[in-house]
């Protein structure tokens, strides 16, 4: 059977997972991580897009991946991605209506993004003449980059999707008995969020808050020096009880704006779905495992929240299972990597 990659190309760190898709999961064949050449992604130097095409190349060969086949991820911050809802119709009417409704909600003229969209709910699930659509543009440039990126890794690219409807997909299978879960998805520059009713995403948002937040304010608030900062961070966290609380209480203005837009998607979420209600939080990306994150946002929202854990339903040998503790971090790859 052929196999396929899924390739996070993050700010920080690239991660790659290599599966053999399966009815039920898939089977692993390959894993791992590099660091992304420092703010390579940003820049527009082909030396830098170089680097990380290196970077790539390097991670394919010590993972042993066969596939030259591979998804990837766009950055949630740089795509444009709406729940909308229109009148229900058919489907090529639904194709002419959608780039009306593109150009009132993306802020960008249209011959410069690529347009996609995916009916979520139709008329029969919603009960009125109405349809809910995901609809995703991402910048041509943004794409032109990452393919060019692909072919000097000497990779070949099947499929591009944001990051957050990666992550659903790979935690899908974590949620079956949870009619309503929320997931927050919380990188180095941006936390992304998602709420998914009956496997389906209804509400999805990113705000440019994430790990890096967390290290500057730790720098402005104690005094530190950015790695002194990082270090503190990943060795206590948002942990009350370490260090008189200094950290928590430095880090609580970044927390606080998550923690806010966290309660605005569910305001949103319980105004359209009058009686439901989110049952479980779901916290993935490499900033979900800062010692007690869990904890802090289970307080805040009150609500039973845990780590996300992609690998339900992936079958791997027990070389991997290093791996189940990071699973947070690659749930992005491993959602792209089961991309049909």
């Known amino acids: 059977m052929n196999s396929i990659i899924g390739l996070d190309i993050g700010s920080h760190t690239i991660k790659l997972i290599e599966l053999i ?34 970077a790539i190349k390097q991670l394919v ?3 042993g991946a066969r596939s030259k086949s591979v998804n990837i991820a766009l950055p949630e911050a740089q795509v444009f991605t709406r729940v909308i809802d229109v009148p229900q119709l ?9 780039r009306w409704e593109a150009e009132q909600y993306i802020p960008m003229p249209l011959d410069q993004v690529n347009v996609d969209f995916t009916v979520l709910r139709d008329s029969k699930e919603i009960g009125a003449n109405m349809m809910e659509v995901l609809l995703v543009a991402a910048p041509k440039a943004l794409l032109d980059k990452y393919m060019h990126i692909l072919e000097m890794a ?26 309503t879960v929320m997931i927050l998805s919380l990188g180095a520059q941006t936390t992304d969020l998602a709420i998914l009713h009956n496997g389906v995403i209804v509400f999805t948002r990113s705000i440019s808050a994430g790990g890096e937040a967390l290290t500057r304010a730790l720098v402005q608030g104690l005094d530190f020096t950015i790695p002194q900062a990082e270090e503190f961070k990943k060795t206590y966290g948002l942990q009350m009880d370490k260090l008189e609380g200094k950290i928590v209480n430095a880090a609580k203005p970044i927390m606080d704006t998550i923690i806010g837009e966290m309660k605005r ?9 009058k009686n439901e209600r989110v049952e479980a939080i ?11 994150m869990v904890v802090y946002i289970a307080e805040a929202m009150g609500a039973e929240t845990q780590l996300a ?8 040998e027990p070389r991997f299972n290093v791996l189940d503790a990071e699973g947070p971090s690659f749930a992005v790859s491993v959602g792209l990597a089961l991309r049909s």
């Open 309 to 316: 854990n992609p690998w339900v339903s992936i079958r791997k």
């Open 90 to 98: 058919s489907q090529r009417e639904l194709a002419s209506a959608i």
């Open 61 to 63: 060969r010590d993972t």
């Open 265 to 273: 998607a569910i305001a949103f979420y319980q105004d359209k779905f």
């Open 21 to 54: 898709r399966e009815k039920d999961g898939g089977t692993l064949l390959a894993a791992g991580s590099t660091p992304t050449p420092p703010k390579a992604l940003i820049s527009s130097l082909p030396a830098d897009h170089e680097a990380v095409a290196i």
């Open 154 to 179: 000497g990779l070949t690219p099947v499929g591009a999707e944001t990051e957050i409807i990666a992550t659903a997909r790979a935690l899908v299978r974590s949620t079956v008995n949870t009619k």
């Open 282 to 292: 779901l916290l993935s990306g490499g900033t979900a495992r800062l010692p007690g």
